[in-house]
């Protein structure tokens, strides 16, 4: 048996991401953001959605770009922080020893602790109600060398990323399901691919205890 809710919010999980903006010249800074996601491929577009009267909401109007920093276990505290604190009263990235970084196209920096950035440029405004809708397009991508393999692919499990679920964070751990179209492989494919993930696993597995021995010692 189900309950009938009022109409709410209740997709969850949703990212949980920083994204930075600046105006020429002033000091940038940083809003948290849970209303953000993938809206097409090609070109590949985003959006994210803000409150008129955040700190950042006039920047991103003026300027038309910010970056999207996907976030981790480790920034979890400043993501919370950047996220309840107003860029009005505060320095972001000194307050919380965060790096910003010259991006490859936009004029905003990027966090150089997350471990994809995603560079964007705004295509238009949709008001909405309570929020403005930024829709944009991702014009770079910047990723962790560790996230790539020698054959060039990126490897998002291996960022140790997290997501935003009614009010709380949550680590995405990994143990894989399926990947996408699994539910039709061919049995030869599905015995190549159960045997490629149980690789995968013992590779993340002797990375995440080299950084446990790192951090021992």
Avoid at 120 to 144: K, N, Q, Y
Wanted: net charge positive; glycine share 6%.
């Amino acid at each position: 048996m189900k309950r009938t809710l009022n109409p709410g919010t209740m997709l969850s999980p949703v990212p949980a991401v920083m994204v930075s903006c600046a105006r020429p010249g002033e000091k940038p800074n940083i809003l948290t953001i849970a209303w953000t996601g993938i809206i097409n491929s090609d070109p590949p577009m985003t959006y994210i959605s803000v409150r008129r009267e955040r700190y950042s909401y006039e920047i991103l109007k003026e300027t038309r770009e910010f970056v999207i920093n996907l976030t981790t276990k480790e920034l979890a505290f400043a993501t919370d922080w950047c996220g309840v604190k107003s860029g009005r009263d505060a320095d972001k990235f000194k307050e919380q020893n965060l790096t910003a970084v010259p991006a490859q196209v936009v004029a905003c920096p990027v966090i150089e602790e997350s471990p994809v950035n995603l560079e964007c440029r705004v295509r238009e405004i949709i008001p909405l109600g309570s929020h403005d809708m930024f829709l944009a397009e991702i014009v770079s991508v910047s990723a962790d060398e560790k996230l790539i393999d020698e054959k060039g692919a990126i490897h998002m499990e291996r960022a140790g990323l997290i997501a935003y679920s009614h009010g709380h964070y949550f680590p995405l751990k990994r143990e894989e399901i399926g990947r996408f179209g699994y539910s039709v492989m061919k049995p030869k494919t599905r015995k190549r691919y159960e045997a490629q993930k149980r690789a995968g696993y013992r590779q993340a597995k002797r990375l995440s205890s080299g950084r446990k021995n790192r951090r021992e010692r």
